[in-house]
């Protein structure tokens, strides 16, 4: 069945670079998304790619797949206190279809 | 616009009783999905309604879980009898339905402790 891993924590110094990684099964994927919770909130969309992209780049974000392994990254640059969260991984087949999403990745800055 | 709203925050019950969460999705949406997590776990689906109908309940857990949609507006997903392993965050979900559409907004959970 559909599948998505990811690591389950991150740790990273205030301003270096974060890089979450994502592997998924399904080869039907054709959306791939990163949301975003942070403690006591809802999950926020951050970005998503379309599995005929290769990357997307939105400011400090960066998603880089590569449909052949399977993987997905997302890069964030200039890692600040505000981007402490769990981080999602996630893939629907269609827009409307049920999101298949990872465990999460915890991503703590430390100064 | 208001987002997807889910009633209550949390909610604290003991094993065998029963607990109705609800959600209101974004007006005009006719999407509406629950996923949930447990443990610290993935996020995992539970069902997705068009409108009052059931599109894909393939992630129900089993029979204990009543989910309705009446006239399309909000949800209620009822947990009868309550187990431990129940415990964990429902999400709740809604998406317009346009083909053009591919984002579904999320309300902020409910969270779920069985005692």
């Known amino acids: 069945g559909e599948d998505v891993e990811q690591s389950l924590f991150l740790s990273v110094r205030e301003g270096d670079s974060s890089v979450i990684n994502c592997t998924y099964t399904?080869?039907?994927?054709?959306?791939l998304y990163w949301y975003k919770q942070e403690p006591g909130a809802g999950l926020q969309l951050l970005t998503y790619i379309f599995s005929n992209m290769d990357m997307k780049q939105d400011q400090r974000l960066t998603v880089l797949l590569n449909k052949k392994d399977k993987h997905l990254s997302l890069r964030i640059a200039d890692t600040q206190t505000g981007d402490s969260a769990i981080y999602f991984c996630a893939e629907s087949s269609s827009s409307a279809s049920k999101i298949i999403f990872g465990s999460g990745t915890r991503l703590s800055i430390r100064p | 616009e208001a987002g997807v709203t889910q009633f209550p925050s949390h909610s604290v019950i003991e094993k065998g009783q029963t607990v109705t969460l609800r959600c209101d999705p974004i007006s005009g949406h006719d999407n509406l999905y629950w996923y949930r997590r447990v443990m610290g776990k993935e996020i995992k689906f539970l069902l997705h309604?068009?409108?009052?109908?059931?599109?894909?309940e393939s992630g129900m857990p089993n029979n204990r879980f009543l989910a309705e949609r009446t006239g399309g507006t909000y949800s209620t997903l009822k947990v009868q009898p309550a187990e431990l392993e129940d415990s964990g965050v429902y999400f709740c979900?809604?998406?317009?339905?346009?083909?053009?559409?591919?984002?579904?907004?999320f309300g902020p959970g409910t969270r779920l402790t069985v005692t």
């Open positions: 399904d080869s039907s994927s054709t959306y």
């Open positions: 979900a809604s998406s317009s339905g346009t083909s053009l559409s591919y984002e579904q907004y």
């Open positions: 309604f068009v409108k009052e109908s059931k599109q894909d």
